[in-house]
């Protein structure tokens, strides 16, 4: 048997393919959209392509599945047919597909793939427990649980009430979890555990970075295997979960009906002057070079989102799905861009102008950093300031600075109207970065004279009290 994992550091996404030696077939499960790592893999080892698995309707990454089967030839789905109606796969029409269910089975060559039905992060997710039949094993090596069960974690189950709109499912989600789990730890404690995420995903709260794991140690070490009492569990799991990026409920609709197959255009290059007139209410401008560059000098109008690990995440909550994208980016990293862009669906990325000929220009807009001690010397008590928060609401909760303004960061494009008028505003987060990123926001929007704190919140706290109320 062959076995590779996939991840997708952008957004701590877990993929991985099964290979049959014997009968040079492959499966892959719970594919990206950029499949090229899996032809790669599969070129290089001998494989066809024959089967993609999915574990749920995701809602943090735009699915590959229907790419791959109209990429590859003969490629067959396996997909869920759990759930109620609102979550039934809407393209299969199309595609080549098998909807399987709770104890099925199906093959990839000599490998056995039994369906396990696991909901709670989703009513239709599955799990898929896999056999090295070919390699005369009769006992399962392991199990791919999607956003089931993680290193440390178990996949929220408020997703559907928060992003998707499903009102009063977050606790009933919960209970199912809590049963899954039930049936979870009943398999050996020797079968591995590959899960769909990592540490940086916004599908659970509290993930561990080691990739992968063992059914036994998790009833171990993972709390929502060690908690026995249904109603601590669901409390415990409800508890503290992070804000869900806007994103998600887009994801959520494109899976479920289907994503739009990858364009194959170019990214047309474009001159500052060209970018200046094109320039409109429907297009927005991306500045993807490092905060200290971007503070430096931009051009009027652009929103800095520094191209890292971090990326994506904030390109979701930032960008609109009906907006003309336009990105400043060295050259060499706009074939990373755009598949950054692409993961999560951002698909109208039409143009590019390179990093260099921008800081060519004069006349540039900047923007000023103060430090913590020049916020409490001179600008906290001034009429004319206001300090803006853009932490999530777990950090805010943990304890801020007396008498400012909470505007979680994703939010705050939407929320403007939501800072006191006539006032500048000090945007600070944690350590610097998100409220950089904040501070090309209000200055895009007409906050010329915006300020960002240098160090965050961290900086500030070394010398003075946070309250939590």
């Not at 098998?98 to 369906?115: A, Q």
């Not at 971090?310 to 009906?322: K, Q, R, T």
Request: with cysteine; glycine share 8%; proline share 4%.
């Amino acid at each position: 048997m062959f076995f590779k994992s996939f991840f997708d550091e952008n957004l701590a996404q877990m993929s991985y393919m099964v290979g049959c030696q014997r009968t040079g077939e492959a499966l892959v499960i719970d594919p990206a959209r950029d499949l090229s790592p899996y032809f790669e893999t599969a070129e290089k080892e001998g494989f066809t392509i024959t089967k993609a698995a999915e574990t749920h309707i995701h809602a943090d990454f735009l699915s590959g599945a229907r790419e791959i089967a109209h990429q590859a030839d003969d490629v067959k789905l396996y997909l869920s047919a759990e759930g109620d109606e609102d979550w039934k796969y809407q393209y299969l029409d199309e595609v080549n597909h098998e909807l399987v269910k709770d104890k099925d089975r199906f093959y990839v060559g000599n490998v056995r793939l039994d369906v396990m039905h696991t909901p709670g992060h989703t009513p239709e997710s599955v799990s898929f427990l896999l056999t090295d039949e070919g390699g005369g094993s009769e006992v399962p090596m392991g199990v791919f649980t999607g956003d089931f069960v993680f290193v440390g974690d178990v996949g929220r189950p408020d997703l559907l009430e928060k992003s998707a709109g499903a009102e009063g499912t977050s606790e009933s989600s919960a209970k199912q979890m809590y049963e899954s789990i039930q049936r979870f730890k009943e398999l050996p404690d020797y079968v591995q555990v590959w899960p769909g995420h990592g540490a940086g995903s916004a599908c659970g709260k509290s993930l561990g970075a080691v990739p992968s794991s063992t059914v036994g140690y998790e009833k171990i070490n993972n709390w929502a295997l060690k908690t026995e009492a249904e109603n601590n569990f669901v409390d415990e799991l409800l508890e503290g979960q992070p804000e869900p990026p806007k994103y998600f409920a887009m994801m959520k609709k494109l899976n479920k009906e289907g994503p739009a197959l990858l364009p194959n255009d170019d990214v047309k290059r474009l001159s500052v002057e060209q970018l200046k007139s094109e320039n409109d209410e429907q297009t927005i401008i991306i500045d993807t070079r490092s905060s200290s560059d971007f503070s430096d000098g931009h051009l009027e109008g652009t929103i800095n989102i520094p191209f890292n690990k971090s990326f994506a995440n904030w390109a979701g909550w930032i960008i609109e799905y009906d907006q003309d994208i336009i990105v400043i980016a060295d050259k060499d990293n706009l074939i990373h861009v755009k598949e950054a862009l692409e993961s999560i669906g951002l698909d109208r990325l039409v143009g590019f102008v390179e990093s260099d000929e921008v800081e060519n220009q004069k006349d540039l807009e900047t923007y000023t950093s103060i430090t913590a001690d020049e916020l409490e010397e001179t600008y906290r008590d001034h009429d004319d300031y206001v300090v803006v928060d853009v932490r999530n609401q777990s950090e805010w909760d943990e304890g801020h600075m007396p008498g400012v303004h909470h505007i979680m960061l994703g939010k705050l494009k939407d929320s403007l109207d939501d800072i006191p008028e006539g006032k500048t505003p000090i945007v600070h987060c944690k350590s610097g970065a998100r409220s950089a990123i904040g501070a090309s926001i209000l200055q895009a929007y007409g906050y010329k004279n915006v300020l960002n704190l240098k160090g965050g919140f961290m900086a500030w706290a070394e010398k003075n009290e946070p309250v939590t109320s």
